[in-house]
């Protein structure tokens, strides 16, 4: 896994396991299953596998720094994978939680397309939340990603984001109580599909009217030369008092 990513929102990637299955169109251009097949896997629809012990090692590695350093490091989980997928690996979820709680100086952002799942997948003394995670959902459209926005709100936790990328349509009027941070971005690589400015926008001016911070991560296009500036300014804002990267 990565010490370090190109993930401008995170400082590290970690994955629990390797391997997942489409959910929705956010996914038909799954980076993640090309990275998969290029590498000669065969992981995807349904056969995720268990990775070593060093990739387990290393949170804790980033966690003792961190500590030493007296900082925070951010940690998304799940570059490779999605934590809430029914199909993973037996045991190690379990594992993941396990990590989590032994890792306070990290805080972990954990990503899902499958929100109906996050309740069932949280562990037994997650109460209000834990104080080093950040739940999130993927609304990439209307009719699969705004019905995740409710179903994340229903979850207690310290912090709640939305990762609206790829943005593939209009998402029109979005009621973002209770949610914390907005990240928005257009499709990259290869076949990606392109994001209108106005419907970036209108994600925008909506976390500014309803006093929620955003990052807009990028245009994207085919070698993602869109940028990521947004009528010649860089927006990247960060959750309150969450920290932010530290690189
Ligand atoms: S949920 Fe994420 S990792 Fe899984 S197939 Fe969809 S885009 Fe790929």
Do not use: Y
């Given at each position: 896994?990565?010490?370090?990513?190109?993930?401008?929102?995170?400082?590290?990637?970690?994955?629990?396991?390797?391997?997942?299955s489409k959910v929705s169109p956010g996914c038909a251009n799954c980076y993640a299953e090309t990275l998969d097949r290029r590498t000669g896997g065969n992981?995807?629809?349904?056969?995720?596998?268990?990775?070593?012990?060093?990739?387990?090692?290393?949170?804790?590695?980033?966690?003792?720094k961190a500590e030493k350093e007296g900082t925070r490091r951010l940690v998304f989980c799940g570059?490779?994978?999605?934590?809430?997928?029914?199909?993973?690996?037996?045991?190690?979820?379990?594992r993941l939680w396990d990590t989590i709680r032994a890792t306070p100086a990290l805080d972990w952002q954990l990503l899902t397309k499958r929100a109906p799942r996050i309740k069932h997948c949280l562990p037994a003394d997650w109460g209000t939340g834990y104080r080093n995670v950040w739940l999130g959902v993927t609304a990439e459209d209307r009719k699969h990603g705004i019905p995740r926005i409710q179903q994340l709100r229903d979850v207690p936790a310290l912090v709640r984001f939305l990762s609206v990328e790829p943005l593939l349509e209009d998402?029109?009027?979005?009621?973002?109580?209770?949610?914390?941070?907005?990240?928005?971005?257009?499709?990259?690589?290869?076949?990606?599909?392109?994001?209108?400015?106005?419907?970036a926008e209108g994600v925008?001016?909506?976390?500014?009217?309803?006093?929620?911070?955003?990052?807009?991560?990028?245009?994207?296009?085919?070698r993602d030369?869109?940028?990521?500036?947004?009528?010649?300014?860089?927006?990247?804002?960060w959750p309150h008092p969450a920290p932010?990267?530290?690189a």
């Open positions: 896994m990565a010490d370090s990513t190109e993930i401008a929102w995170t400082d590290s990637t970690f994955n629990p396991w390797w391997g997942c992981h995807w629809e349904d056969s995720p596998k268990a990775l070593s012990e060093s990739n387990w090692k290393k949170p804790h590695t980033w966690n003792r570059s490779m994978c999605d934590w809430t997928d029914k199909s993973a690996p037996e045991g190690q979820r379990d998402l029109g009027d979005l009621d973002l109580t209770g949610i914390h941070w907005v990240i928005v971005g257009g499709e990259s690589g290869p076949g990606a599909r392109p994001m209108k400015p106005e419907w925008l001016r909506q976390c500014r009217e309803q006093g929620v911070p955003a990052f807009f991560k990028q245009w994207g296009g085919m030369k869109g940028g990521c500036l947004i009528r010649g300014r860089e927006i990247k804002e932010k990267p530290t």
